[in-house]
């Protein structure tokens, strides 16, 4: 039986962390997991849990809950016909291959080997956000089979390896080829669901050994985390949206980037045993 103490720390964590994911996923318009998955880590490890497994758990449980929020995203999305189909369905096969085997290889690592992935591709989102522009681009419509066999397996794969949905490989890769960023965030928000669905049913399936897994830890899915943090930013998502419209959006882009940026880096600080 989980102790009473621990389990009300750990409940009180989460929920700070729920709250702040849900506002900056409707004040930015990006996805929990890229915040969720560094607050487990440190929520976890500052509770005793830190082990060579740590980062299994929170890339698998940061997964579970995009699975929720990405149908919910995708869904009022397509009431509004914002979701491209054609993009969707064309890439949806190779996303969900790369999720499965972003799986296996997450299931053979260590935290510290995953823990230097996350901060390295950190650095790079974190600085696409701080200086990246909406001009630039790569083409002037997505890429056709030959390099979708190839991206569209990498979206999947570096994803689960980061714990993250479609929004931050999938926005800025849509919007190089010239797709709008509206129509971007909505098939992005798909993108979510092809990558959390294979990949959580893959973590239930990793074994983590019972003197490092946290209460109520279901293969490497912590299901008080997921339980927490999805109702938590069920209530502060929409509060980050309503401040969205009464500040000015790039500028917090830019400033979420430099934060992402400090983040990651502290990652791979640790990772580097510093």
Not at 22 to 40: D, E, H, N, Q, Y
Not at 138 to 149: F, H, T
Request: with cysteine.
């Amino acid at each position: 039986m989980p102790d009473t103490t621990l389990l009300l720390a750990m409940l009180a964590l989460l929920m700070a962390i729920g709250a702040f994911a849900g506002v900056i996923a409707g004040l930015l318009g990006v996805g929990g997991g890229i915040v969720l998955v560094p607050a487990f880590y440190y929520a976890f490890a500052s509770l005793g849990y830190e082990s060579a497994y740590l980062m299994q758990i929170c890339l698998a449980t940061s997964l579970a809950t995009i699975i929720v929020t990405s149908l919910r995203s995708v869904a009022g999305h397509h009431r509004k016909g914002a979701v491209d189909w054609t993009i969707l369905k064309g890439w949806a096969p190779g996303i969900a291959v790369g999720a499965v085997l972003g799986v296996l290889v997450a299931a053979s690592l260590r935290s510290v080997v995953l823990q230097g992935i996350f901060g390295g591709l950190g650095v790079v989102i974190g600085l696409y956000l701080t200086f990246g522009r909406s001009h630039w681009r790569l083409g002037d419509a997505m890429p056709g089979l030959g390099p979708r066999l190839a991206m569209s397996p990498a979206v999947g794969f570096l994803s689960v390896l980061m714990g993250i949905g479609g929004g931050s490989f999938g926005v800025p890769l849509m919007t190089l080829y010239n797709t709008p960023i509206h129509r971007a965030v909505a098939t992005a928000a798909g993108f979510g669901v092809l990558i959390a669905v294979p990949s959580v049913l893959g973590f239930f399936f990793v074994e983590i050994p019972d003197e490092v897994r946290p209460p109520l830890t279901l293969g490497a899915v912590n299901a008080v985390a997921f339980a927490v943090v999805i109702a938590m930013t069920l209530i502060t998502a929409p509060w980050g949206v309503k401040l969205a419209h009464a500040t000015d959006a790039k500028r917090l882009k830019r400033i979420f980037g430099v934060f992402l940026i400090l983040v990651a880096l502290n990652m791979l600080r640790k990772a580097a045993g510093f």
